[in-house]
């Protein structure tokens, strides 16, 4: 829930790939331990949003970005620390990107990188990651198998226990079911459920439902514009506040 400090404060961000601007100046603040879901349909500006919180815009030499995002009160284009801001700030692609490495150094690489080198230290957080991934009792007994033998689930799941790997205070997860069976969906939804108690996830989807399943506000993003943003009791109501709102949640379009 919103408290007095948000753990992300987005305000008037306006993005423009060289002339063309995708996102119109857009402002809302992000809860401590939120659900937040942003919805919207494809070339919305979802994905580019992501980018401009943890920085990974950078990496588009024609994007402009103008306005201001706040993590923890510091603004992201001034940090002097752009590592440790995107290790605060994990993200989980739409497809799984694995290593090309065993399942157990697919998760021991990023502690290793920040000077974890105890083996005992090591299993551990590879046991917690793979745990809170919902993935551990599948591999546990041939974490040296290469991780790219798994599953296409089993993959994503890999994924977000290698994003847990950096001790993120903020999971960004873009579409991440979009390549994964329901059932190892339902499986990772449970897994966000309870990661909710110790960090804030920001759930960009083109699922309505899994917004509406996950979500405790949710943000329709359109054309780079906010139509709506309000609890999730609201928005996936009948009587949202905007027109556009309701035609988009209740599949009229999109
Ligand atoms: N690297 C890029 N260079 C140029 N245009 C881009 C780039 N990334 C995204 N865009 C454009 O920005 C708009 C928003 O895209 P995106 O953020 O990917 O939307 P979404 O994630 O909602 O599908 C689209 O018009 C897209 O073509
Ligand atoms: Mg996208």
Same mark, same amino acid.
């Given at each position: 829930m919103v408290t007095a400090a948000p753990k992300i404060s987005v305000q008037d961000l306006r993005l423009a790939f060289g002339a063309k601007e995708v996102l119109h100046g857009i402002s809302f603040d992000i809860g401590r331990n939120e659900i937040f879901g942003v919805i919207g349909p494809a070339q919305s500006g979802k994905t580019s949003l992501l980018r401009c919180i943890n920085r990974t815009i950078d990496f588009s030499p024609d994007a402009t970005m103008t306005g201001t995002v706040l993590v923890d009160g510091e603004d992201v284009r001034k940090t002097r620390n752009v590592y440790g801001l995107r290790r605060k700030i994990g993200m989980v692609a739409p497809l799984p990107v694995g290593l090309p490495l065993t399942i157990y150094e697919n998760v021991a690489f990023a502690p290793r990188c920040v000077g974890v080198s105890a083996k005992s230290e090591l299993d551990g957080l590879v046991e917690k990651c793979l745990t809170q991934a919902a993935l551990w009792d599948e591999v546990k007994d041939r974490l040296d198998s290469l991780g790219t033998k798994l599953s296409g689930g089993q993959q994503q799941r890999l994924t977000i226990a290698?994003?847990?790997?950096?001790?993120? !205070?903020?999971?960004?997860?873009? !579409?991440?079911?979009i390549a994964i069976d329901p059932v190892t969906t339902m499986r990772i939804e449970d897994v966000l459920k309870e990661l909710r108690k110790d960090i804030t996830i920001i759930l960009v989807t083109n699922l309505v439902q899994q917004a509406r399943r996950l979500a405790d506000r949710a943000m329709f993003l359109w054309n780079g514009d906010i139509v709506e943003l309000d609890r999730n009791e609201v928005i996936f109501s009948e009587q949202p506040a905007s027109r556009k709102t309701y035609e988009y949640v209740h599949g009229i379009f999109g």
């Open positions: 290698r994003a847990l790997s950096h001790q993120p !205070e903020v999971l960004c997860l873009d !579409e991440f079911s």
